[in-house]
């Protein structure tokens, strides 16, 4: 049952019309609030010690005493039973004063701090709320701390104001609790909550709001937090279950060490120990009849490509087609160019199927992935969208994987598939993050460069270092190199950037390398286009290739060994990095210079940082330091993420421990048909975990 909003003390029906507009319909929505911050209730004696804080006062007004100009503040003496003292209030006095009656009690939300005032205090007006004459008032004043919550929205523009709002919350929790007292029943199972001796959900949803002593915050949010990231794991848990257990997946359990030993031979290198130990994990899964997968990570250039080869070549052995899933064309193309070279010494057929074909191309290729002449098609995640008919597929690889949305599993099955799926990105994931962004898949990761890597020379460099920038990259181009130069884009004023992209472009060819061949190639040219630049580029016709981000990931063009990154600050570290590992591919010492426009500390921190290391791991987890988990590289819009009392930064081992709990849960009862588990089960039922509840299915 739940409460009509207008009806709770405090709020009546104007007010109740912003609540809804914000989401809380109901007088029970109040309990799931989380404050910003608290303001510690003081008395007027204590107030010289809290220099610079924001406290509240109560007390009665004993005088009010208007200003001779208007720009002066009409004063408010109130007093409690250890002093008292006078609040200025700015701002039109006569309606000010009209707030307030002498010898009532009021509470004052003030900030102190210094002043050489004869009191030696400068108190500031935040907030004042009248006191009720009742029972409840008395239960309140008793808190020593009162919580603040964030007044977003329409409740900034209403006449809630901070103090109210907490009051109303706190006669939220009295009346729901009165009504139904089993309102903030446990929802973790009992066994863990002792285990981990953490406190009752009913206690830490009370003490988060009004906590008795300062302590009581942090111990109430680490157990909010670990529900969330218990159901998280849970829901995580279900989906990866249910994955295996919904249909059998494929085993390739026929032996093709033969083909594996002879396109290995084939290779030009040898495989690094991470690259093998990548293979013999993916083969695992493969043999076994439960539906694979597996996510691969792997730093830009670790080589995942030939792993995912490996275990291309583990499907078509036993008889399947795989398909292989790129982000852009531009990576399509060139994966399809590789893989031909690696695979036809080994007597395999890979097709290309991308947007812009011809027709008749097309439906050749069509025609033969159908009647199963082709073993490896590679294309844009259109290849498993359109009307593509495969004969048999067996095993999906899906490069890049951040590039794609939620991933298009769903779409296979339609199509009546249900093949093994690897995921590839090369955007190093803290293991935090991984653990709930991509819990739901097994991980291999290949944490090893091949030996022959130079390390890659990264400067940080202002806009005025530009000549000298231009010169050096003159040198290293009449050397024979080719370089890239990079500017941002954002998608929001996409044709801004665009417009500066193009202009920056028309300098370069024109006034500052008339004499070099200048290319440039953006998210909006056409795949013809896109396509011939890329060419000439890999031939070495272009010298300098101008961009926008279009050429993140995956292009592989060793020859070029200069990266030139403008207004880096806008990008994210790992981006950067991903950019950076454009160059590198090569025998030869390659640069990235960052040109940053602005240079204010957190964006000279985060480029140091690539400076100093190549590891993307370590980027990542910085990355994700600075810019809180919820930035990194978007995850906040996806909406997965969004904790109200969770900080990775801080809860990594509450990660750890919930995950751990949640599987070991879920393993063991699959359907949550445990009566001890029956608290978990309900909560799926609950409209509250409808976020939780769209990722078990997505
Ligand atoms: P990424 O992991 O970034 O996708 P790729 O698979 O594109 O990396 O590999 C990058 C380059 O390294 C390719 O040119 C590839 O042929 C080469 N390569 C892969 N494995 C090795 C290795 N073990 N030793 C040397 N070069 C390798
Ligand atoms: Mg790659």
Same mark, same amino acid.
């Given at each position: 049952?739940?409460?009509?909003?207008?009806?709770?003390?405090?709020?009546?029906?104007?007010?109740?019309?912003?609540?809804?507009?914000?989401?809380?319909?109901?007088?029970?929505?109040?309990?799931?609030?989380?404050?910003?911050?608290?303001?510690?209730?003081?008395?007027?004696?204590?107030?010289?010690?809290?220099?610079?804080?924001?406290?509240?006062?109560?007390?009665?007004?004993?005088?009010?005493?208007?200003?001779?100009?208007?720009?002066?503040?009409?004063?408010?003496?109130?007093?409690?039973?250890?002093?008292?003292?006078?609040?200025?209030?700015?701002?039109?006095?006569?309606?000010? /004063?009209?707030?307030?009656?002498?010898?009532?009690?009021?509470?004052?939300?003030?900030?102190?701090?210094?002043?050489?005032?004869?009191?030696?205090?400068?108190? /500031?007006?935040?907030?004042?709320?009248?006191?009720?004459?009742?029972? /409840?008032?008395?239960?309140?004043?008793?808190?020593?701390?009162?919580?603040?919550?964030?007044?977003?929205?329409?409740?900034?523009?209403?006449?809630?104001?901070?103090?109210?709002? /907490?009051?109303?919350?706190?006669?939220?929790?009295?009346?729901?609790?009165?009504?139904?007292?089993?309102?903030?029943?446990?929802?973790?199972?009992?066994?863990?909550?002792?285990?981990?001796?953490?406190?009752?959900?009913?206690?830490?949803?009370?003490?988060?709001?009004?906590?008795?002593?300062?302590?009581?915050?942090?111990?109430?949010?680490?157990?909010?937090?670990?529900?969330?990231?218990?159901?998280?794991?849970?829901?995580?848990?279900?989906?990866?279950?249910?994955?295996?257990?919904?249909?059998?997946?494929?085993?390739?359990?026929?032996?093709?060490?033969?083909?594996?030993?002879?396109?290995?031979?084939?290779?030009?290198?040898?495989?690094?120990?991470?690259?093998?130990?990548?293979?013999?994990?993916?083969?695992?899964?493969?043999?076994?009849?439960?539906?694979?997968?597996?996510?691969?990570?792997?730093?830009?250039?670790?080589?995942?490509?030939?792993?995912?080869?490996?275990?291309?070549?583990?499907?078509?052995?036993?008889?399947?087609?795989?398909a292989f899933m790129c982000p852009t064309e531009?990576l399509a193309?060139?994966?399809?160019?590789?893989?031909?070279?690696?695979?036809?010494?080994?007597?395999?057929?890979?097709?290309l199927l991308i947007g812009g074909q011809?027709?008749?191309?097309r439906?050749?290729i069509l025609?033969?992935i159908?009647?199963?002449?082709?073993?490896?098609i590679v294309g844009t995640h259109a290849l498993i969208q359109e009307s593509v008919?495969?004969?048999?597929?067996?095993?999906?690889?899906i490069?890049?994987?951040?590039?794609f949305?939620?991933?298009q599993?769903?779409k296979?099955?339609?199509?009546?598939?249900?093949?093994?799926?690897?995921?590839?990105?090369?955007?190093?994931?803290?293991?935090?993050?991984?653990?709930?962004?991509?819990?739901?898949?097994?991980?291999?990761?290949?944490?090893?460069?091949?030996?022959?890597?130079?390390?890659?020379?990264?400067?940080?460099?202002?806009?005025?270092?530009?000549?000298?920038?231009?010169?050096?990259?003159?040198?290293?181009?009449?050397?024979?190199?080719?370089?890239?130069?990079?500017?941002?884009?954002?998608?929001?004023?996409?044709?801004?950037?665009?417009?500066?992209?193009?202009?920056?472009?028309?300098?370069?060819?024109?006034?500052?390398?008339?004499?070099?061949?200048?290319?440039?190639?953006?998210?909006?040219?056409?795949p013809?286009?896109?396509?011939?630049?890329?060419?000439?580029?890999?031939?070495?016709?272009?010298?300098?290739?101008?961009?926008?981000?279009?050429?993140?990931?995956?292009?592989?063009?060793?020859?070029?060994?200069?990266?030139?990154?403008?207004?880096?600050?806008?990008?994210?570290?790992?981006?950067?990095?991903?950019?950076?590992?454009?160059?590198?591919?090569?025998?030869?010492?390659?640069?990235?210079?960052?040109?940053?426009?602005?240079?204010?500390?957190?964006?000279?921190?985060?480029?140091?940082?690539?400076?100093?290391?190549?590891?993307?791991?370590?980027?990542?987890?910085?990355?994700?330091?600075?810019?809180?988990?919820?930035?990194?590289?978007?995850?906040?819009?996806?909406?997965?993420?969004?904790?109200?009392?969770?900080?990775?930064?801080?809860?990594?081992?509450?990660?750890?421990?919930?995950?751990?709990?949640?599987?070991?849960?879920?393993?063991?009862?699959?359907?949550?048909?445990?009566?001890?588990?029956?608290?978990?089960?309900?909560?799926?039922?609950?409209?509250?975990?409808?976020?939780?509840?769209?990722?078990?299915?997505?």
């Open positions: 049952m739940t409460m009509d909003l207008k009806f709770l003390k405090g709020v009546g029906e104007k007010r109740a019309e912003a609540f809804e507009k914000i989401g809380v319909m109901h007088v029970e929505d109040f309990l799931r609030f989380i404050p910003r911050t608290y303001l510690k209730r003081i008395s007027v004696r204590e107030c010289p010690a809290y220099i610079e804080e924001n406290v509240v006062v109560t007390g009665e007004v004993i005088d009010i005493s208007y200003p001779k100009k208007e720009t002066q503040p009409l004063g408010i003496a109130l007093r409690d039973n250890t002093g008292a003292v006078e609040i200025p209030m700015f701002g039109g006095s006569e309606f000010r /004063s009209r707030q307030f009656r002498l010898g009532e009690k009021y509470s004052f939300w003030i900030k102190i701090d210094k002043d050489r005032q004869v009191s030696g205090l400068k108190i /500031s007006y935040r907030d004042h709320l009248k006191l009720t004459d009742d029972e /409840s008032e008395k239960k309140y004043q008793r808190f020593r701390y009162i919580p603040v919550y964030e007044l977003s929205g329409v409740l900034k523009k209403t006449w809630i104001k901070p103090l109210l709002l /907490s009051k109303i919350v706190y006669n939220a929790f009295t009346a729901v609790l009165k009504s139904n007292p089993s309102a903030l029943d446990e929802t973790v199972p009992e066994s863990i909550i002792a285990k981990l001796r953490l406190p009752s959900r009913k206690d830490a949803v009370l003490r988060i709001n009004f906590p008795a002593v300062s302590e009581d915050i942090e111990t109430a949010r680490r157990r909010l937090a670990f529900d969330e990231l218990f159901y998280l794991e849970i829901a995580l848990a279900l989906k990866k279950m249910s994955l295996k257990l919904e249909k059998k997946g494929i085993s390739f359990d026929k032996d093709v060490t033969g083909l594996h030993d002879k396109f290995i031979s084939n290779l030009p290198f040898e495989l690094t120990r991470a690259q093998r130990r990548a293979m013999s994990e993916i083969l695992d899964d493969m043999r076994s009849d439960k539906c694979m997968n597996r996510l691969l990570q792997g730093d830009v250039g670790s080589g995942k490509t030939v792993v995912a080869v490996h275990a291309m070549l583990t499907a078509i052995g036993n008889g399947y087609q795989a531009i193309g060139q994966h399809f160019a590789s893989l031909t070279k690696m695979l036809e010494p080994v007597g395999i057929t890979v097709r011809k027709k008749k191309e439906t050749q025609e033969e159908k009647n199963g002449a082709v073993d490896i008919e495969f004969s048999s597929l067996g095993f999906v690889v490069d890049e994987q951040h590039k949305g939620v991933m599993r769903a296979l099955k339609e199509k009546g598939l249900n093949p093994d799926v690897l995921v590839m990105t090369a955007t190093p994931i803290p293991r935090t993050l991984s653990l709930t962004f991509y819990g739901d898949l097994d991980v291999s990761v290949i944490d090893e460069l091949p030996a022959n890597r130079k390390k890659i020379k990264t400067a940080l460099r202002h806009e005025k270092d530009k000549p000298s920038i231009y010169k050096f990259l003159r040198e290293e181009i009449s050397k024979g190199r080719q370089a890239y130069i990079v500017y941002p884009l954002i998608e929001e004023s996409e044709k801004m950037d665009l417009k500066s992209a193009e202009q920056h472009y028309r300098i370069l060819k024109s006034e500052v390398f008339p004499d070099l061949r200048v290319g440039m190639i953006h998210g909006r040219s056409d013809e286009e896109k396509e011939k630049v890329t060419d000439e580029f890999r031939n070495g016709k272009i010298n300098i290739l101008v961009s926008t981000t279009v050429i993140e990931v995956g292009v592989d063009i060793p020859n070029a060994t200069i990266m030139i990154v403008e207004d880096a600050q806008r990008f994210g570290l790992s981006q950067l990095h991903q950019l950076r590992g454009r160059v590198g591919r090569g025998a030869e010492q390659s640069y990235c210079i960052l040109i940053a426009s602005a240079f204010d500390d957190i964006s000279q921190r985060r480029l140091g940082i690539l400076c100093s290391t190549n590891d993307g791991f370590r980027i990542a987890e910085e990355d994700m330091e600075i810019r809180g988990p919820g930035d990194f590289f978007g995850i906040r819009q996806s909406g997965v993420l969004n904790f109200s009392c969770t900080d990775l930064t801080l809860d990594k081992d509450l990660l750890e421990t919930a995950r751990d709990e949640a599987f070991s849960i879920v393993e063991e009862d699959p359907q949550l048909r445990d009566p001890r588990h029956s608290m978990i089960r309900s909560a799926f039922e609950n409209e509250k975990s409808g976020s939780l509840y769209f990722m078990a299915i997505a």
